[in-house]
C-alpha cells in the first residue's frame, strides 16, 4: 500500500486482535497499570498520552511497552499550531522525538482552535479569522512534516466535530485535512478517522476512499444523544449511542487500512468505573460491532 513506512508494513503482517486500548479509555490507570491492563486482558496495542508518559518517564514507558510486547498504536497529541510561534512548533519536535523512541504508529495531532480562544477558559482577546487559522497550521506543517519524516514519525491529522471548532481544531472534516496533508508524502502526513467526529459528515465515505494510504489511525467510540453538558465528554461505549459502525468500518478497510483500531472513550462515567471492567466491556462491544 502506497504511503507505508517500514514500521507499518510490518504491523500490517502481524496476526492477533487489531484492538488497541487508547489509555484515555481507562483515564483512571498510570502507563503502567494501563500496560499491565493490555497484559491481563490480551490487549496487544496501546494509545499513549504524552502527559501520561512524562508523569511516567519516557525511558521507563518505553521499556514497559517493549518488555510487555505491545504495539504503539498513537501518541496524543501534537498539534495546537494555530496560534503560532517557536514555542509551538519546539513542542511539537519533542512530541515527535517521543514518538520516535515509542516506535508509535503515528503522532495525532490536534491542531488547534482560533487564535486566543483556550477550552474551557472564557473568551479574552482572539482572533475570529478561521481561513488564516487553517493557513497557520499548514505553514507549521511544512516546518514539522520533514523533521518528521527524517525521524520516522508520521503525524495524523485529527479532525474535529465542527462543535470543537473554535477551540481545539479548526479541521472540520476529513476532506480538509487530506487538504492540508496531500502537499506532503504520506509517510510524513496522514490522517485520523475518528467515528466520533465524522459520522455526521455526508462526504464521508467518499473523502475514506480519497484517504486512502494516508489513514495513518482509525479511532472508535459512540457519540451520544443527548450530549453532556460538557461535550468533551459525549463520548460512549460503543453501541450506545447513535453511529453505525459496520459502513464506517468497511469503508476504512476497502480504503486499504490494515492498523491497530483504537478504542478512545472521553466519559465521565466510564472513567469513575473500574478500569478492569471498562476494558472487558469495550473489547465485547469491539468485538461485536467492529471485530477484528
Known amino acids: 500500500m502506497s504511503g507505508q513506512t517500514e514500521n507499518e508494513r510490518a504491523r500490517s503482517e502481524r496476526t492477533g486482535s487489531r484492538f488497541s486500548l487508547n489509555q484515555w479509555t481507562t483515564k483512571r490507570w498510570s502507563v503502567a497499570e494501563a500496560v499491565d491492563g493490555c497484559v491481563r486482558h490480551g490487549v496487544e496495542a496501546i494509545g499513549l498520552w504524552r502527559q501520561n508518559v512524562a508523569e511516567q518517564g519516557l525511558d521507563e514507558t518505553v521499556k514497559l511497552v517493549a518488555d510487555a510486547g505491545l504495539r504503539v498504536s498513537s501518541l496524543c497529541r501534537g498539534g495546537f499550531l494555530t496560534s503560532g510561534g517557536p514555542e509551538a512548533l519546539d513542542d511539537n519536535r519533542r512530541a515527535i522525538d517521543e514518538a520516535a523512541e515509542l516506535n508509535a504508529a503515528c503522532l495525532v495531532m490536534v491542531v488547534g482552535g482560533l487564535p486566543g480562544v483556550v477550552p474551557g477558559e472564557p473568551l479574552g482577546t482572539i482572533s475570529r479569522d478561521l481561513s488564516g487559522a487553517r493557513e497557520r497550521v499548514a505553514e507549521a506543517l511544512a516546518v514539522l512534516a520533514p523533521y518528521a519524516g527524517e525521524r520516522g514519525v508520521r503525524l495524523a ?74 461535550v468533551l465528554l459525549g463520548r460512549g461505549v460503543m453501541g450506545d449511542g447513535v453511529i453505525d459502525f459496520a459502513p464506517l468500518t468497511r469503508a476504512v478497510a476497502e480504503a486499504g487500512y490494515t492498523g491497530d483500531i483504537e478504542v478512545e472513550i472521553f466519559n465521565a462515567d466510564v472513567w469513575a468505573a473500574d478500569p478492569d471492567e471498562v476494558l472487558t466491556r469495550v473489547r465485547a462491544r469491539f468485538g461485536e460491532l467492529i471485530g477484528g
Open 157 to 230: 491529522l485529527e479532525p474535529l466535530h465542527p462543535m470543537y471548532c473554535a477551540d481545539r481544531a479548526v479541521l472540520s472534516t476529513l476532506g480538509q485535512a487530506l487538504d492540508l496533508a496531500e502537499p506532503h508524502p504520506p509517510a510524513q502526513v496522514g490522517v485520523v478517522v475518528d467515528t466520533f467526529h465524522v459520522w455526521w459528515d455526508p462526504q464521508v465515505f467518499q473523502q475514506i476512499a480519497r484517504a486512502g494510504g494516508r489513514i495513518a489511525s482509525y479511532q472508535v467510540c459512540d457519540f451520544l444523544s443527548p450530549l453532556p453538558a460538557d
